[in-house]
């Protein structure tokens, strides 16, 4: 399957029976929400709160040398005010948004009610500007005692009493008449919405509503593991923008395909300068995904669209190669996908191929297949490879933006499985000129060897320079270099004598 195929509905991703199950049952109800609101205290998926006192927004910009971080508003308030010392002016000078400043109480003396302006409930308020405007504090001492509503602010929180024939408090009814100075229409129960959801789109948050039942539960999954394991942090800008690519172009499920054909697509989704983020996620949860799911997974292992190397690898032979998952699925049509797992299955029992050539040459044939579906010929029977096909594929070949070496490597790739298939007569069908000959293939270019120049060489193998080294496992392991000529990365994982 391509990355062209890839985003067609009803692509076949593999998944063991009762995934959708499987995952229900492993991600905690916490996060198997459409919309996901972390906690303020989770650094992973909230990141760093605002600096500013009471403000429920995260973090998102940070001047050198500050001591923390301050949302978009604040950001741009302070840098209104000339960006003065963010730690005194997070303190002492900003103002909260408007939808997270706390409602006090009224000043005066056993007033129930909550300010309005000058520390005072509107009553109160009145009665000083009558008075003359004395000082609040001698007349919060001997104000009068005024009337306050029967009932509670209808602003969940607010614990405050309404005002006289209202349904709420000072502070917040102050703030719903400025409101309907811009929205006449604006009704208390519209105001106390338009509050709480100010509130909320301050707070980050995660909404996965428009993806489809599947996709939804594989992307919780993968915030529930990235808040347990306490990785980097993702930002809901990010996760918003994977959302969008996967509503835009919907798939089945995140294994679909092969970590390849999600590359390409996020290549034509997205520029370069975005592109790695994204992605990253992306990738992300794909590999914790493909790590339940291998936990589960029935049958054999051979039959499996995408193969677990630590499963394949018994001994650990390989386990320090990179590669960790071979992909089968993007092969095109499926016998042909079939066809190279038996290939692949009798290379890695006969240890003529490791893991990681293997993938390389699942990709080279994944590539050969993506071609003949691009060109309208897709693969009925192997009879169809015929010396015209590989002519032109070889001409192509030529024409990629790719190094010779791997241009080398996608002709030999196949030449070596159309003839594994020929020797063992897996396709009978396949016809006795569809091989590319010597000659036909562009020999590898020779690098010249490096040598280390012998002046550098006597600073290195010299008892007095390797004494300088900061401890004897480093100078051992050069002692070890030198005298076998192993390569760094086999001297480091040689076993200890015991």
Request: aromatic letters at 8%; one cysteine or more; a positive charge.
């Amino acid at each position: 399957m391509s990355a062209r195929l890839a985003w067609q509905p009803g692509a076949r991703p593999e998944r063991p029976a009762g995934w959708e199950a499987l995952l229900e049952e492993t991600i905690r109800p916490e996060f198997r929400v459409r919309v996901y609101r972390p906690k303020p205290d989770d650094a992973v998926l909230f990141g760093p709160r605002c600096i500013v006192e009471g403000c429920r927004a995260r973090g998102l910009q940070r001047a050198k040398g500050a001591p923390g971080h301050l949302c978009a508003v604040h950001a741009r308030a302070w840098g209104a005010a000339d960006e003065p010392p963010q730690a005194d002016w997070a303190k002492n000078r900003a103002r909260g948004r408007r939808s997270d400043r706390v409602v006090e109480g009224c000043v005066a003396t056993g007033c129930p009610r909550s300010v309005d302006s000058q520390g005072l409930c509107g009553p109160h308020y009145h009665h000083w500007q009558r008075t003359g405007r004395p000082p609040i504090a001698q007349f919060a001492a001997d104000a009068p005692t005024v009337r306050t509503g029967s009932g509670a602010c209808l602003v969940p929180g607010c614990g405050f009493p309404t005002v006289w024939g209202g349904r709420l408090c000072d502070g917040h009814n102050k703030s719903y008449q400025w409101l309907r100075r811009y929205r006449p229409d604006a009704g208390v129960e519209g105001y106390v919405q338009h509050l709480l959801g100010a509130r909320e789109r301050a707070a980050p948050r995660f909404d996965m509503r428009d993806l489809a039942q599947l996709v939804w539960l594989e992307l919780a999954y993968g915030l529930q593991c990235r808040h347990d394991q306490q990785g980097a942090a993702i930002t809901p800008l990010i996760f918003g923008q994977v959302v969008r690519w996967l509503r835009d172009e919907p798939v089945d499920s995140l294994l679909i395909g092969s970590d390849a054909a999600w590359a390409k697509a996020a290549g034509e989704r997205f520029p370069p300068k975005v592109r790695p983020n994204p992605l990253a996620w992306l990738r992300y949860c794909r590999g914790v995904l493909q790590r339940l799911r291998d936990e589960r997974h029935g049958g054999e292992v051979w039959e499996w669209d995408t193969w677990p190397v630590p499963r394949l690898d018994i001994g650990g032979r390989y386990r320090r190669q990179p590669v960790r998952r071979i992909y089968f699925a993007d092969i095109e049509p499926d016998w042909l996908r079939a066809l190279a797992k038996r290939w692949a299955r009798w290379r890695l029992t006969t240890v003529t191929k490791s893991p990681a050539s293997i993938a390389v040459s699942t990709s080279s044939l994944r590539r050969f297949t993506s071609w003949l579906a691009d060109r309208g010929e897709p693969l009925q029977t192997l009879a169809e490879i015929t010396r015209g096909v590989l002519e032109d594929y070889r001409a192509h070949v030529h024409t990629l933006p790719v190094s010779a070496m791997r241009q080398n490597g996608l002709l030999t790739d196949l030449k070596v499985f159309l003839d594994d298939v020929r020797l063992h007569e897996w396709a009978p069908g396949l016809p006795a000129n569809a091989t590319y000959y010597r000659g036909e293939i562009p020999a590898k270019q020779r690098a010249m060897p490096r040598f280390i120049d012998e002046f550098v060489m006597g600073q290195i193998d010299n008892d007095s320079n390797l004494a300088a080294l900061p401890d004897e496992t480093l100078r051992t392991l050069l002692v070890v270099l030198i005298e076998t000529g192993l390569r760094s990365v086999d001297a480091r994982h040689l076993p200890f004598d015991r």
